[in-house]
């Protein structure tokens, strides 16, 4: 390190020793600036005009006409150390980041002249793509215009394939978004002599791997693809890879049977006929003496670092670049199937089945991850699952054609590849694509391939490899569940697809009945007409639990020392956590699967709790809340499984009943990890309530005391899971109807409703409106006796918390409206005339009236339109005769008409039609106000700006519709001018949109509910007629007679459609 005072002084010197020493001390010079202002560039600025101004020094000897190459590196070299940024100081201005970019970029579009050595040509690619990289990491550069990206994709593209061995690529100066390769053309590459023996010689040729090894591996001496010999592997058929060949290979590695694969006929794949131009050299079968060769393998190694260098740099540009634009560019980096009779286009899996470096393949494949992450937006559009037969390709058709293209070269790549660290890389890069493909557009396949090749790397020597193994399987379990092609993978028997010494499980198969017990178990249902359950134990599940719970038979992999936990009777620690995640998606995505095994995974939840190490006992719980929230599903209402197929309530009480006098109330109580607090928290609240009511009262007890306790947490995330879980509690039928119990919970939520974390108050919130909606079932099951016993203290206290909280932020506010036309709907004549509770409900009701007016977002005011329509249902209120209910009409008229969002349309129109007397909608002048809004309402039903919302448009005409016959049904005689003129005005689009309304609730097969419709509708015709006929035939247009002919139109198209 260098003192800012002695800094100064040696960069004075060097600048001007730079402009006055001869030529020659030059290149020295600058190689002391580069070593001077190396992690020194904020403190230089003073100096950068001279060094990176118009006529810069550094600027001037980086020029691509600058004839010496050397002096020009040195310069590129210090340029890249002033880019270096260092935390927590200023960055480069931008003029000086545009001049270090522009120039960097003309080095690496610089092509390398005759007098020039291959070394110093790499070292100078080298620091121009370090300056890049640095720009884009320190200075935070975002990449927007269209030439610099395509201009800096393209060098990138052509320093990634930099002097790799059997391929050289001319690019353009820039790339452009486009949906199919570019040009990059292939110059012709002088070819070996011996390469027609390289098939024969696939197994021999390859050096040793970098990495330790094992001795006895079968093969494994003479295998990385570090080297030759795999070239053939591109273009091998698939087939061949299937784990037919690979399984039966004596081998104990996989990755050595590629030798295997490597020697398939040419004959097979459209790729072979361009084999030659893949082919590899081998310093064995090079023509160079000894000293030539040294220095070959020294250039070698110079250039695979500009190939690392390249990739690193690209990994930092996918960053800097919006994914959005970046895939514009998908086509250029990514494979595609090639066409007929032509090569398939260079991109990353280019590098990452052919570099001879495992670790550029590594840097490739951690691109080609980068680029995947995310990407499933993008690869939505994809489709092959029909046949396409047109006279263009749709982009469709181009990107499912990618998706299967990676597929096959990753699976490629995985059965060739010898380092671990690298295959570590493929198998991520797998789990990324599985994780972002759109399966079930695609034909079915894909998923199989990619479960059979990965089974033997599940007991692979690496644990790295062995993680990454489980987290693909993860991805697949995940990934759009429940696909059917992986529900048939999961119904395989448990010995499908494993070689003979391949996988942990076989051996473990005796001692797996531990935690198997009896099969079927009692929570097993009867034979499943799905399919979704099977005698034979799911190979996935069984294989995670005996990861998880079974001692480890030997020691595992070199690596293991890596990892000090590792010291223990069970496999690795990241390995068993790997299975834990990979069973609880499992469970969430096929739980018809797990079910059969529900008590047994139940006993591996308490085991994990139960365990020393908190991220198991961790993810123990996660195991648990996914199980819980497994039999939920099955149990809603809307449900499609048959009951008999359910996990019998019996069986449940029993697992829960486990739980309980296990590990989990000790967990809950005791543990000094908020986070691990929190999933047992949240497990807790996801019991069946029909379970919950058949546990014994002393266990109930202790759930409902342990969430009262754990919401006087001073931890927020503690706190926020109690508060949410109280929420769940409070909806359980035996417990809601204990006025204690909804007491206590009231108290304990209302606390949680102050605190001064956001995220505790909006569980709290939202645990309000759970408890609100409780008082108003309550209310309608038990009548006055509950209202009674219900302290008035603490109603009042939670309109006045609910009103304070109205006016937080909105995930806190949407609830709390909701819990605030609860509240006002509860109320009892006896609490609207209590002195206290008046200036209450005033506050509370111009809280919901600003909310529905507000520009919050739309679920708020969709919750708030909801609670003034519960509010209008109590006929305590004085509706129509106190000052808010015109400010109540009046912000839901303005909603109904103009709201952008129509859900939001839908419940103003829903709450306008629920006062059930005339008295309720005021002055005729309010009423007219409402009829003209709704009018307007139902015109303006198909107007929208934002095409999402017009499948709602039905709906909202329905609603409109629903609230216009209410109207009607209740006007008075001086209402009816009004509604006259209306009809006189827009009777003809009004009479459609009724005839619509009535004819959709018989189309629809409700006939309860076109009865409903039509009787509604009768009602108003008799309502209006007899007060017509007493105000004698003065008027012009007879409202009743023009609803008669609605009615008859209705009738007549009826009759139509039946017959």
């Known amino acids: 390190m260098v003192d800012e005072q002695n ?55 980086s020029d691509p006409a600058q004839p010496d190459v050397e002096l020009r590196r040195a310069a590129v070299r210090g340029m890249a150390n002033l880019c270096l940024s260092v935390p927590g100081q200023p960055y480069l201005d931008e003029s000086y980041r545009s001049v270090c970019f522009q120039t960097f970029l003309s080095v690496l579009q610089s ?47 052509k320093c990634m394939f930099h002097g790799l061995p059997g391929l050289s690529i001319e690019m353009p100066a820039a790339l452009y978004p486009a949906p199919l390769p570019q040009y990059d053309k292939r110059s012709p590459v002088k070819q070996e002599p011996s390469e027609p023996a390289a098939c024969k010689q696939a197994g021999n040729r390859r050096k040793k791997s970098k990495g330790k090894q094992k001795k006895g591996e079968c093969g494994e001496e003479g295998k990385d693809l570090g080297d030759g010999g795999n070239e053939s592997v591109l273009g091998a058929d698939l087939r061949k890879l299937h784990l037919g060949d ?26 072979s006929s ?54 514009g560019y998908w086509s250029a980096f990514v494979p595609d199937a090639p066409g007929i009779g032509s090569p398939q286009s260079v991109s990353l899996m280019t590098i990452a089945l052919k570099d001879p470096s495992p670790k550029t393949r590594a840097c490739a494949l951690q691109v080609l991850s980068a680029i995947l992450e995310g990407s499933k937006q993008f690869l939505s559009v994809a489709e092959d699952a029909n046949d396409h037969k047109r006279a263009f390709t749709p982009f469709s058709v181009t990107i499912a054609s990618s998706i299967r293209e990676l597929h096959r070269c990753l699976l490629l790549a995985l059965v060739a590849e010898s380092s671990s660290q690298t295959l570590t890389q493929i198998v991520k890069c797998l789990a990324n694509l599985v994780s972002n493909a759109p399966y079930s557009r695609l034909k079915p396949g894909l998923l199989t391939r990619v479960w059979n ?62 935690w198997r017990k009896a099969l079927p178990s009692e929570g097993e249902p009867p034979d499943n007409p799905s399919g979704c359950t099977s005698s034979e134990p799911c190979w996935l599940l069984r294989l995670c639990v005996s990861i998880i719970i079974l001692p480890r038979e030997d020691s595992c992999s070199d690596s293991d020392a890596n990892f000090p936990a590792f010291s223990s009777i069970y496999e690795p620690c990241p390995l068993r956590l790997e299975s834990l995640q990979v069973l609880a998606l499992l469970v969430k995505g096929y739980f018809c699967m797990a079910q059969s095994y529900f008590l047994e995974l139940g006993e591996v939840a308490c085991r994990c709790m139960e365990e020393m190490d908190p991220s198991i006992q961790l993810h123990g719980a996660k195991l648990l809340e996914e199980l819980g929230t497994g039999v939920l599903q099955q149990y809603k209402p809307d449900s499609a499984v048959a009951p008999d197929q359910r996990v019998p ?95 206590d919970t009231a108290n304990a939520i209302l606390n949680s409703l102050h605190d001064k974390s956001p995220n505790v108050r909006a569980k709290a919130a939202w645990s309000l409106g759970n408890l609100t909606d409780t008082l108003i079932i309550n209310m309608e099951t038990m009548g006055q006796s509950f209202q009674e016993e ?109 709201c952008k969002n129509f859900k939001v349309r839908i419940k103003s129109a829903m ?22 809004a709704l009018v307007v309402a139902l015109q303006k039903s198909e107007d929208t700006e934002d095409f999402l919302e017009f499948k709602y448009s039905a709906s909202l005409r329905t609603q409109i519709c629903q609230a216009l016959l209410h109207l009607l049904s209740l006007a008075k005689s001086t209402d009816l001018p009004v509604i006259r003129d209306t009809i006189t005005a827009n009777g003809d689009a009004i009479k459609s949109y009724v005839l619509q309304y009535l004819k959709c609730g018989a189309e629809e097969g409700m006939h309860t509910d076109s009865g409903e419709r039509e009787r509604v509708l009768k009602g108003a015709i008799e309502h209006l007629s007899g007060m017509e006929k007493q105000l004698g035939g003065k008027a012009r247009v007879r409202v009743a007679v023009y609803l008669e002919d609605v009615l008859a139109n209705h009738a007549n198209a009826t009759e139509l459609t039946e017959a």
């Open 111 to 157: 092509s390398k002249t005759s007098d020039v050595d291959d070394i110093t040509f790499c070292m100078l690619l080298q620091n121009a793509l370090k300056g890049i990289q640095s720009l884009l990491n320190g200075g935070k550069m975002k990449l927007m215009q269209t030439d610099q990206i395509g201009s800096l994709l393209a060098v990138l593209k």
């Open 274 to 327: 361009h084999c030659s131009s893949w082919k590899r050299i081998s310093s064995s079968e090079s023509e160079y003496s000894d000293a030539e060769g040294g220095m070959q393998s020294k250039t070698r190694s110079y250039q695979a670092n500009v190939r690392q260098g390249a990739l690193a740099c690209f990994l930092s540009a996918v960053k800097s670049i919006e994914k959005r634009i970046l895939y």
């Open 246 to 271: 690979v399984q039966n290979s004596p081998c104990s590695d996989p990755r050595t049977r590629a030798s295997g694969v490597a020697c398939v006929p040419a004959g097979k794949d459209p790729l």
């Open 649 to 743: 309530v019996s069986v449940v009480v029993t697992f829960w009943t486990m739980m309980l006098n296990g590990p989990l109330p000790g967990t809950l109580q005791n543990s000094p990890h908020a986070t691990l607090q929190t999933s047992a928290c949240d497990a807790l609240s996801s019991i069946l309530p029909e379970a919950f009511s058949s546990l014994q009262s002393d266990q109930q007890v202790l759930c409902v005391t342990l969430l009262l306790g754990l919401n006087h947490s001073e931890n927020p995330l503690v706190k926020a899971a109690a508060a949410r879980a109280l929420g769940v509690y409070i909806l359980f039928s035996c417990l809601r109807q204990d006025v204690m119990f909804v007491a």
């Open 790 to 898: 219900f302290s008035d203290l603490l109603l009042l206290k939670m309109l006045r918390s609910a009103t304070e909280a109205s006016k937080d932020r909105d995930k806190v506010k949407s609830n709390a409206v909701r819990a605030l036309g609860n509240v006002l709907h509860f109320l009892q004549p006896y609490h609207i005339a209590n002195p206290r509770f008046r200036e209450a409900i005033e506050e509370s009701l111009q809280a919901l009236v600003s909310t529905v007016e507000s520009e919050a977002t739309m679920k708020v005011r969709w919750n708030a339109c909801y609670a003034l329509g519960n509010v209008f249902k109590n006929p305590a209120l004085p509706l129509g005769e106190a000052a808010w209910t015109a400010q109540a009409y009046s912000a839901l008229s303005s909603v109904v008409k103009s």
């Open 7 to 61: 800094l100064n002084f040696l960069l004075s010197y060097c600048i001007s020793a730079l402009k006055q020493c001869s030529s020659w001390t030059h290149v020295e010079i600058l190689q002391a600036l580069a070593a001077l202002v190396y992690n020194n560039g904020p403190k230089c600025q003073k100096y950068l005009p001279d060094l990176l101004g118009k006529t810069g020094l550094l600027v001037q000897f």
């Open 911 to 932: 709450a306008l039609s629920i006062p059930s007397k005339r008295e309720c909608y005021g002055s005729t002048e309010q009423f007219c106000q409402i009829w003209s």
């Open 453 to 514: 090749q990965i089974k033997p790397y599940i007991s692979h020597k690496d644990v790295n490899v062995r993680v990454s193994s489980l987290t693909l399987l993860g991805a697949i379990v995940s990934v759009q569940a429940p696909l059917p092609e992986v529900q048939l993978l999961l119904q395989q028997p448990s010995s499908s697809g494993l070689n003979s010494s391949g996988s942990t499980t076989p051996h473990r198969s005796s001692s797996s009945e531990q």
